[in-house]
């Protein structure tokens, strides 16, 4: 270590990342007039916290690949952190095979975000099918909301009943909800005083996070995993909190014939080719306007009216975006789905006579035909 990096700090008690005060350009950055202060921060966290600015460096995946690994080494628990406003998209499928023997719960956030008259019964059930689908096993499931505190008591059980006097590793994508989780364990369970950074912007946690238990062990933080499948990875700044709701969302419904569409913003496109007149419900964020058209003018306007009309993105940004993918889907009679555009939500098929659909995103963007939610 550089006479620079002999800070007297090891790590940013926000993100984890070691401190250095020779590099500004560097990750773990910390001015030397910085180090008196309480809690030490890097300069990152300092603007993200006081600024709500990021910078866009985030660990390589292979990082990411090298920590989960080193879970399966250890005896611990693993609690693992979806995102259900968009859980295939934030679901570690190949969790599995880094986790070893160790046990893993399965934390289900952002529940605060469906209709209240959901059932959660029926959403324990669902997630159940869809992660036997995925070949993941879990010791428990518990529907939390980060935000309302829901469920928080009830994790806080599972964790104690499945922990072992092990460590616990708490792992999720990027934007899940993981870090606000354990500022909660960190003001209720811990002595330390320093909350990890929250942002909602990637790559906000760069290296392990220990926090301490009374009984010598450690509640870990891991960096959230950056998945470009997501269009939440792909926006801009200013448009992440267009797309993703911090409210109950209020569902859109749509009467359409077959050769309408649906434009989200100019992030996707929704296509009914074929198939008799049914509705359609949109489980999106409410800021995000959904613009009807007819299917022979979608092109024309989409080239015309990119980042005006349908924005977000807009213009500047639009520019930034992959092009648009179609992904043809077909709904067997009877079938009760949703469309997943991973990222900015999902579209009920109501109508039970069976359609074809076009469903376009920027290349890379998850497109997913599951059974339905709600």
Same mark, same amino acid.
Not at 348 to 356: C, D, I, P, Q, R
């Given at each position: 270590?550089? /006479?620079? /990096?002999? #800070?007297?700090?090891?790590?940013? *008690? ?5 401190? /250095?005060? #020779?590099?500004?350009?560097?990750? =773990?950055?910390?001015? $030397? ?22 910078? #866009? ?8 690949? !090298? ?18 406003? &968009?859980? *295939? ?14 046990? @893993?719960?399965?934390?289900? %956030?952002? +529940? ?12 324990? =059930? ?6 036997? *689908? ?7 499931? @518990? ?10 008591? !009830? ?27 354990? %500022?909660?364990?960190?003001? &209720? ?35 959230? +995993? ?6 939440? *990875? ?5 448009? +992440? ?18 050769? /309408? ?11 009914? @080719? ?15 306007? +959904? ?25 500047? $940004? ?32 109501? =109508? ?12 890379? @963007? ?9």
């Amino acid at each position: 270590m550089t /006479q620079g /990096q002999q #800070t007297g700090a090891a790590a940013c *008690e926000g993100c984890g990342v070691r401190l /250095q005060t #020779t590099d500004i350009a560097a990750l =773990g950055y910390v001015p $030397e007039q910085a180090l008196a202060r309480s809690p030490v921060i890097c300069q990152r966290c300092f603007r993200i916290k006081h600024y709500n600015e990021v910078s #866009t460096t985030a660990l390589q995946q292979d990082d990411f690949l !090298r920590i989960l690994g080193h879970i399966g080494n250890t005896r611990s628990l693993v609690v693992h952190i979806v995102d259900l406003f &968009d859980f *295939e998209g934030s679901l570690i499928s190949g969790l599995q095979r880094f986790v070893g023997a160790n046990k @893993v719960v399965l934390a289900v %956030n952002k +529940i605060d975000l469906l209709p209240k008259v959901t059932n959660a019964n029926r959403i324990v =059930g669902w997630v159940q099918r869809q992660l036997k *689908e995925e070949g993941l096993k879990v010791a428990d499931i @518990v529907l939390v909301s980060a935000r309302k505190h829901t469920g928080f008591d !009830r994790l806080l059980e599972a964790i104690g009943r499945h922990r072992a006097g092990g460590d616990v590793y708490v792992v999720g994508a990027t934007n899940a909800g993981k870090s606000t989780l354990i %500022n909660r364990l960190i003001r &209720d369970h811990s002595d330390l005083e320093a909350e990890l950074t929250v942002s909602a912007y990637p790559g906000t946690t760069l290296d392990l996070v220990r926090i301490p238990l009374d009984d010598g062990q450690a509640i870990i933080d891991t960096p959230g +995993i950056v998945y470009k499948h997501r269009l939440s *990875e792909l926006v801009s700044r200013q448009d +992440i909190h267009t797309i993703m709701p911090d409210k109950p969302i209020k569902p859109m419904v749509f009467q359409l014939n077959e050769g /309408q569409t649906l434009f989200f913003g100019g992030l996707a496109r929704f296509d009914f @080719v074929k198939g008799e007149r049914q509705s359609f419900t949109c489980f999106v964020s409410n800021a995000l306007h +959904i613009h009807r058209t007819k299917r022979e003018r979608a092109d024309e306007l989409y080239a015309n009216h990119l980042g005006e009309l349908l924005q977000p993105p807009g213009k500047e $940004e639009a520019a930034e975006l992959p092009p648009f993918v179609r992904h043809a889907l077909r709904v067997k009679p009877g079938s009760k789905v949703d469309v997943l555009v991973s990222g900015i939500g999902w579209i009920k098929v109501n =109508g039970e006579t069976g359609a074809e659909l076009d469903v376009y995103a920027p290349k890379g @963007v998850k497109i997913v035909l599951r059974p339905s939610l709600i």
